[in-house]
């Protein structure tokens, strides 16, 4: 797919891999539709992605909300020809917490169920609203589902592990799904990025971080956004999952 003037959407675009991914595309050519739950914020990120990129206040995790998002889009853009599904959230913690014979603690159902819906269930259902309009347009696209190394399980992360495996499920089921609308699906599961997280770590404690990864350093959003490009120009690509970790296996 040649990216000019196209029209993507990424959900949880106002920083971090979102934002790094959207100008990438945007500095392609592409038009964006910036997804995420603060206005302010995805008003500014989208103004770094050229004058006719927008940001839309979007509850991935909320059917109605998500509806209503992709209806606008599809309204003041005309078209819509790929989605990044990169909106997620962490509420790590241990399935339980037991010592001395006493159970201390348990991981809570919200904790569970908030992680669940905006990451599986968000997932789905942008990837829904997007494959609609798509194969009512009839000019195909892409569907990009962000996952994580930590899908294979992870410790202190039932949640999200559950639910990154889930999006990893999600491309083969959708790549085999939506070839007929010529609608290609791609993964991504990054390892150890760089983020606003990462760099508020004591440099001893980053330092440990970078030595566990084979190439001896964290990965950046744009090598994140790199892969994405990758998959959005080769036609041939569809339905599986790159793992970007610099070697890093869980």
Known sequence: ???????????????????????????????????????????????????????????????????????????????????????GLLR??????????KLLDKMSLSQWQSVIDVNLTGTFLCGREAAAAMAQAGNGGIIINISSIARAGNMGQTNYAASKAGVASMVSTWGRELAR?????????????ASDMTASMQPEMLERLAKMVPVGRLGSPIE???????????????????????????
């Open 181 to 193: 609308f010529n609608i290609r699906t791609g993964g991504i599961a990054p390892g150890v990025i």
């Open 1 to 87: 797919m040649h990216i000019q003037d196209k029209v993507f959407v990424v959900t949880g675009a106002a920083r971090g891999l979102g934002l790094a991914m959207a100008q990438a595309i945007a500095q392609q050519g592409g038009r964006l539709a910036l997804l995420d739950l603060d206005q302010v914020a995805v008003t500014a990120a989208a103004k770094t992605c050229g004058n006719e990129s927008r940001g839309y206040v979007c509850n991935v995790a909320d059917e109605a909300s998500v509806e209503k998002a992709f209806a606008n889009i599809v309204a003041d853009f005309g078209r819509l020809d790929g989605l990044i599904n990169n909106a």
């Open 92 to 101: 790590d913690g241990l399935l339980i917490k037991h010592k001395d014979g």
């Open 224 to 250: 994140v956004a790199e892969v994405a490009l990758f998959m959005i120009e080769n036609d041939y690509f569809s339905g599986r999952l790159i793992e970007l970790d610099g070697g890093l296996r869980m």
